[in-house]
């Protein structure tokens, strides 16, 4: 059997050769990458809060997040090397923490004492204390403005009366009605 020798056919064949094997070239291959997160190993300071220790800046982990202070500002993030966000009102254990620099290049010890463990209980205590504390004044200061609310109301109520009989007052004496007996 004899093939015709055609060099369009030729050329279309070659062209969808080359293709087909660029084209699985650049299509094959694999890509492997690894990222590790590490720790950093955290010291504790006082009723839930920590340290990193040993690092060139404060950075303190509390409530599930790291906090920074820098420049008299506080930061925080999850993560304590990245995505700073300022904070203008941290929680009530990182505001505690006096002299937040003095934590540079801090080292602590990694397992709290009994007597640390008692100080733990006695933050936690004072921490609740406040709460309840900031909650009666809460409520305090919601009775207040209740009262003041009624009493407001009552001397409305008392000035539209005395402007009724102002205006009564105020009347010629002709055009008030009689009274019915």
């Avoid at 279309?12 to 990222?35: D, E």
């Avoid at 920074?68 to 923490?97: E, N």
Wanted: hydrophobic share 30%.
């Amino acid at each position: 059997m004899r093939v015709a020798h055609d060099p369009g056919m030729q050329k279309s064949i070659s062209s969808l050769l080359f293709v087909l094997l660029v084209g699985g070239c650049a299509a094959s291959g694999s890509a492997r990458y690894s990222a590790s997160v590490t720790t950093p190993r955290l010291v504790y300071v006082s009723a839930g809060v920590q340290v990193i220790e040993d690092y060139d800046e404060p950075i303190f982990y509390s409530s599930n997040m790291y906090w920074r202070y820098d420049g008299g500002v506080w930061y925080q993030s999850r993560y304590h090397t990245t995505g700073w966000v300022r904070v203008a009102t941290p929680p009530a254990p990182i505001l505690r923490i006096e002299r937040p620099t003095m934590y540079v290049h801090y080292h602590g010890r990694a397992q709290a004492t009994v007597e640390d463990k008692r100080e733990i209980k006695e933050d936690r205590r004072e921490i609740q204390q406040e709460k309840r504390e900031e909650k009666r004044e809460i409520q305090q200061e919601k009775r207040e403005e209740k009262r003041e609310d009624k009493q407001d109301k009552r001397e409305d109520k008392q000035d539209k009366q005395d402007a009724r009989e102002a205006h009564k007052a105020a009347q010629p004496s002709s055009d008030r009605k009689p009274n019915k007996k």
